[in-house]
T-cell receptor, first 111, second 114 residues
């Protein structure tokens, strides 16, 4: 089964609003990453947060990690139409080089 | 750098035919990953290589699938014989060894088996 599960599966908001997506995982991790996938394209890395970090920022992105709850959230502030995409969390387990991806959240930004 | 290159971008074939997907990783990257993406199963890791050596092929669905990496700049994923349930988008990704775990994905190959 998937290590990461995103919630919600789909999210539709108005341009300018903030979008929050959540990810839960099952086992202890080394780090957690968020990726974006535009329709018909490959995944693009957005941000990485390590297991000893609680919050990280990159531009309009804010990621939090709660290892006690085995969960993470991705916040996109002041959303734009170009943010329309699917967003995936991916976990890296200690000692393993591979990532395990969740099912993703489909985000739609309405102009 | 041109990024990860995959070919073909689209492939339509008939059941029973052999299919070969190709990937050129980013120069200097030590790891190469093959993924399959479907609506039902999401993004699944099939196999990954480190310095051209297969490390973990536990995600390869069955013996019909095989992957090779003859050198640092080229890898293939072969399906023989292909079946309709193999229809999916296949992604190749690469990354550099070290503390950064960021993977760089190619544009994918959309495979349709009729």
């Amino acid at each position: 089964s998937q290590q990461g599960e995103e919630d919600p599966q789909a999210l539709s908001i108005q341009e300018g609003e903030n979008a929050t997506m959540n990810c839960s995982y099952k086992t202890s991790i080394n780090n957690l990453q968020w990726y974006r996938q535009n329709s018909g394209r490959g995944l693009v890395h957005l941000i990485l947060i390590r297991s000893n970090e609680r919050e990280k920022h990159s531009g309009r992105l804010r990621v939090t990690l709660d290892t006690s709850k085995k969960s993470s959230s991705l916040l996109i502030t002041a959303s734009r139409a170009a943010d329309t995409a699917s967003y995936f969390c991916a976990t890296s387990i200690q000692g393993a080089q591979k990532l395990v991806f969740g099912q993703g959240t489909r985000l739609t930004i309405n102009p | 750098d041109a990024g990860v290159i995959q070919s073909p971008r689209h492939e339509v074939t008939e059941m029973g035919q052999e299919v070969t997907l190709r990937c050129k990783p980013i120069s200097g990257h030590d790891y190469l990953f093959w993924y399959r993406q479907t609506m039902m199963r999401g993004l699944e890791l099939l196999i990954y290589f480190n310095n051209n050596v297969p490390i973990d092929d536990s995600g390869m669905p069955e013996d019909r699938f095989s992957a090779k990496m003859p050198n640092a700049s080229f890898s293939t994923l072969k399906i023989q014989p292909s079946e309709p349930r193999d229809s999916a988008v296949y992604f190749c990704a690469s990354r550099i060894a070290g503390s950064s775990y960021e993977q760089y994905f190619g544009p994918g190959t959309r495979l349709t088996v009729t």
